[in-house]
């Protein structure tokens, strides 16, 4: 409690938001319906997914001067809205892809130990008042859940629609997470 008095009202006003967002992503993944289809199930939980990408995004750029992060979260937020329109045109022809309950168990299993450690570390992020370093040691994880999510699902039977877009997701976010760690080293 004592370290987010020294946080300033703007920080504070920031997180808040952040923590909003994570909060409707964790209920938006773990509350979708899931079913016999692994496309099926990827793409539900994918799109809350983005949908806090950019989100966060969106709050990172009501504050930040700091143009280079401005570009990240302006890709972010172009490239996140082109994968769910992506994925919501293909979302009913793959949910008639079924796996088999073994594989949708393999799958689940290993998808919960992604998605809780995802939610551990951006919840646990280091916070201080400078709220660009703030950002990216949020979606860093945010990305590295999304690239070991799409490589989980890659290992089973799958729409064709979708493994290209789950290959455009680990290019994109692999090359995000360079920039943004590049980045977080040269303003700490």
Known sequence: MEEYSRLSNVTKDYLCRFHEILDNMINGMTG??????????????MIPHHMAAISMSENILRYTTCVALQNIALNIIDEQ???IE????????????????????????RLQQITQTMFAEMRNACY?????ANFMREMIPHHKGAIRMSENALHYELCPELR??????ITSQSKGVCKM???LRSIQ
């Not at 016999?36 to 990827?42: A, G, L, P, R």
């Not at 008639?96 to 799958?107: A, D, H, I, K, W």
């Open 32 to 45: 979708a319906e899931l079913t016999d289809s692994i496309s099926h199930n990827f793409i539900v939980q």
């Open 128 to 132: 201080d008042n400078n709220i660009n």
């Open 181 to 183: 760690e590049r980045l």
């Open 164 to 169: 290209p877009i789950l290959q455009a997701i």
């Open 86 to 109: 992506s994925m919501q045109k293909i979302l009913c022809g793959c949910g008639e892809l079924q796996n088999s309950r073994q594989e949708l168990c393999l799958y689940q299993k």
């Open 81 to 83: 809205t082109k994968s």
